[in-house]
């Protein structure tokens, strides 16, 4: 299925103006597309400018350089009102409402598609109650915004944006003070509104694993590489990931999607498993005790284990081998080629 390119920009730059006389550029030259029906993840370190250009693009600051359209008409022909209909942005600013109830809250959203007195008709209403059942805070709708917490202040400001129907939603960080459970549920979420709404969202995580499973494109930002952008798959394939936050000793692992420390060690172990459930925590073991973990029959292999089942480890050596990750904490049958198998 195509997609449609909502927002592009050309040779954009983004920074900040200070006391409307010194600019302080944090990138330049950007070039980039954003697309309906897709959820797109920005990643970076901190301080590489995700938010400074998340800003940008819903005209909360100005570009320094360049032009970014939407729907092919640039940004500044757009009145005030125009753009709360279409973007909606979620900051990861803390938000000063505490005065205010949940409910009431969420239905400031709403007020871009209200007349002149702002009132809410019932369709309103109904959509403030749904975008609060959608993210999971509809229980707190009578509660004060300062008796939540940072969690469920997150949510709330979520759901504000969702009342709001915007077709464009950005967001900083939007999982940045949720527990596992509520950032794969958000997640989830964001991901279900780009595909079934034909949305288009953009948000900026370090949640690098949830990123690699649903986005369907990827930014990538660095103050040194700039914006890379691409399908995941690609990205990953491509090195990027590893090329944009390789660090020291930390490095990208493709087959896991997550990155891993150096493995300080020099014994290679040959692993062999039942399944790769197994195949991949024996060799999780092994490198977090400084093995180097390698395939079965590698001839530089000093040590070869067969894992039949997490009760049952066999280890195969020239002599007797002492020990190997010895707080795997289950029983280790070891060989001797010379001998038949014994119980250590």
């Known amino acids: 299925m195509s997609c449609e390119a909502v927002i592009e920009a050309r040779n954009l730059s983004i920074g900040y103006r200070r006391n409307g006389r010194t600019v302080k550029c944090v990138h330049k030259?950007?070039?980039?597309?954003?697309y309906s029906g897709q959820l797109t993840c920005l990643l970076g370190p901190n301080g590489a400018g995700k938010s400074t250009l998340l800003r940008t693009l819903s005209a909360s600051q100005k570009a320094l350089a360049g032009e970014w359209r939407l729907n092919g008409k640039p940004a500044n022909r757009y009145s005030?009102?125009?753009?709360?209909?279409?973007?909606?942005?979620?900051l990861t600013d803390r938000t000063f409402a505490g005065g205010l109830r949940v409910s009431e809250l969420v239905s400031l959203g709403r007020y871009p598609h209200t007349g002149f007195l702002g009132r809410l008709s019932v369709q309103d209403k109904e959509q403030v109650q749904r975008a609060m059942e959608q993210v999971g805070i509809a229980d707190k709708a009578h509660s004060y915004v300062a008796q939540l917490s940072d969690g469920e202040r997150q949510k709330v400001m979520i759901a504000k944006a969702l009342a709001q129907e915007c077709p464009v939603v950005l967001l900083d960080e939007p999982t940045a003070f949720l527990d596992v459970v509520s950032r794969i549920e958000m997640m989830n979420l964001l991901h279900d509104l780009a595909v079934k709404q034909q949305k288009t969202i953009l948000l900026s995580t370090h949640d690098l694993e949830q990123a690699l499973q649903l986005a369907d494109r990827l930014w990538l930002l660095s103050r040194t590489e700039g914006l890379v952008c691409g399908n995941t798959e690609d990205m990953v394939l491509s090195n990027a990931i590893d090329r944009f936050f390789k660090k020291g000793d930390i490095s990208f692992d493709t087959l896991t999607g997550s990155f891993r420390p150096a493995v300080l060690g020099s014994i290679k172990v040959a692993v062999e498993a039942k399944n790769a459930e197994l195949l991949f925590w024996m060799k999780n073991a092994l490198t977090r005790n400084d093995f180097l973990a390698c395939e079965w029959g590698d001839p530089e292999a000093e040590y070869s284990l067969r894992v039949s089942s997490a009760q049952k480890i066999e280890i195969y050596h020239w002599t007797i081998l002492q020990t190997v990750a010895p707080d795997v904490g289950h029983t280790l049958y070891v060989l001797n080629k010379e001998t038949k198998p014994c119980l250590k």
Request: charged share 30%; no cysteine; proline share 0%.
């Open 29 to 34: 030259d950007l070039s980039f597309s954003l």
């Open 80 to 90: 005030e009102r125009e753009l709360s209909r279409w973007i909606g942005l979620v």
